[in-house]
């Protein structure tokens, strides 16, 4: 059984602060999906890393897929409150088996 | 792109009813569609997966007669909770692919099902 652990469960920062979520699992992934979620909307897609050490950038956002693509990292610089939400990552499997992880519940406080 | 609607946003029903929940891929082809299950301050929950023209594959603790899932053309799948019992109250989202984002999934904005 595939699982994906992300840490840390909850965080909870002042505005202008830096931070990292980690998303880990001792499967390999060939692809994997950052999603935010709010309360009482579905899950947005914030992006997809397919390819082992890949780096993407969202604006104040990076994401990070490791080498060995069974771990994958969100750092986000200057949080804003806007940023408030439950982070879940997603990794995919070759066929198409889709697996998430708990969840990384962030609260920026203005 | 990529827009994933469900109806209702939200419902409520007595006990014993039946309560269909739609979801429609809006400007794509979904040939896979996703159904989750969400508890409050939890992660999604797998329920099932369905392809278009196929019956479902349910997960694991999942009662397929209680949760008929039909995904009969390439835009729309339905969830039908059958008998609708309090403990059912929950969170239901879906969420579809295609085959030109086959490793990506869109989510629909979810349905919040109450049964008093």
């Known amino acids: 059984t595939q699982l994906l652990e992300q840490s840390p469960q909850f965080l909870s920062i002042q505005e202008g602060e830096n931070l990292t979520v980690y998303c880990n699992s001792s499967?390999?992934?060939?692809?994997l999906q950052w999603y935010r979620q709010e309360p009482g909307e579905g899950p947005v897609l914030l992006v997809t890393?397919?390819?082992?050490?890949e780096v993407k950038k969202l604006k104040r956002l990076t994401f990070q897929f490791g080498d060995a693509r069974k771990d994958s990292s969100l750092h986000i610089t200057a949080a804003q409150p806007g940023d408030t939400g439950l982070y879940l990552c997603?990794?995919?499997?070759?066929?198409?088996?889709?697996?998430f992880g708990p969840g990384t519940r962030l609260s920026v406080l203005p | 792109g990529a827009v994933v609607s469900q109806h209702p946003s939200w419902v409520i029903c007595k006990s014993g009813t039946s309560v269909k929940i739609e979801c429609r891929s809006l400007?794509?082809?979904?040939?896979?569609m996703f159904w989750y299950r969400q508890f409050p301050k939890q992660s999604l929950m797998l329920m099932a997966t369905?392809?278009?023209?196929?019956?479902?594959?349910?997960e694991q603790g999942v009662e397929k007669d209680k949760f008929l899932i039909n995904h009969a053309s390439l835009t729309l799948s339905t969830l039908t909770v059958t008998s609708a019992h309090p403990e059912d109250s929950s969170f239901y989202i879906c969420?579809?692919?295609?085959?030109?984002?086959?490793?990506?999934?869109?989510f629909g904005p979810g349905t919040r099902l109450t049964v008093l």
């Open positions: 969420s579809a692919s295609g085959d030109w984002n086959y490793n990506e999934q869109f």
């Open positions: 499967s390999v992934f060939s692809s």
């Open positions: 890393v397919v390819t082992g050490g």
């Open positions: 997603a990794g995919e499997d070759y066929g198409q088996n889709f697996v």
């Open positions: 400007d794509f082809q979904a040939t896979t």
């Open positions: 369905s392809n278009e023209g196929s019956k479902a594959t349910y």
